[in-house]
């Protein structure tokens, strides 16, 4: 039952869904990173400010590219009996691990503005504090928010359904 009222339904409520917790993680992720990286200032914060747009349209990208083998991945970690629960964390889990990889070197090249190798070269160190902040913002804050609103979503379509078979059946 939860999956049916939390979880996207159609590709409309999966825009909105991948929307909310894509603008939130953007939003939250990237400073963080990119503070404990160079500093916690005004100014770091201000560089941020000016790539998230370019970031967040790389991130949408990715999470298309990368839904299939996470849901895959998840596949092969999740029993069919799981709650709903440990489902959409292992779900969440899985996405952030692949996303954590990919973003640790391309979100440096974007927010420095150029190719180089340093990302890869600090890769095994940036990268497990970068998976950890991700992670807990994916399950703690972004992804409860968007369940949120499906739930509230759903909850008035549902209503609306029954109101139009009670009217219907009079």
């Not at 999740?78 to 440990?86: E, L, N, Q, Y």
């Amino acid at each position: 039952m939860e999956f049916h009222r939390k979880l996207p339904r159609n590709r409309l409520e999966f825009a909105l869904f991948m929307a909310i917790v894509s603008i939130l993680s953007v939003n939250i992720i990237a400073p963080l990173i990119t503070c404990f990286e160079f500093g916690f200032s005004l100014g770091t914060y201000g560089n941020v400010l000016r790539v998230l747009p370019v970031l967040w349209l790389v991130v949408i990208a990715l999470v298309l590219l990368t839904h299939k083998p996470a849901e895959w991945l998840s596949a092969k970690i999740v029993s069919k009996g799981d709650s709903f629960r440990a489902t959409v964390k292992i779900n969440a889990l899985c996405a952030v691990f692949l996303l954590s990889i990919l973003l640790t070197v391309i979100g440096a090249w974007i927010g420095s503005g150029r190719l180089s190798m340093e990302p890869i070269l600090g890769f095994f160190h940036k990268w497990p504090r970068n998976f950890a902040i991700a992670l807990f913002v994916e399950i703690g804050i972004a992804q409860p928010a968007a369940r949120f609103v499906m739930l509230k979503v759903h909850g008035l379509i549902d209503e609306k359904a029954r109101k139009q078979e009670l009217l219907g059946e009079d």
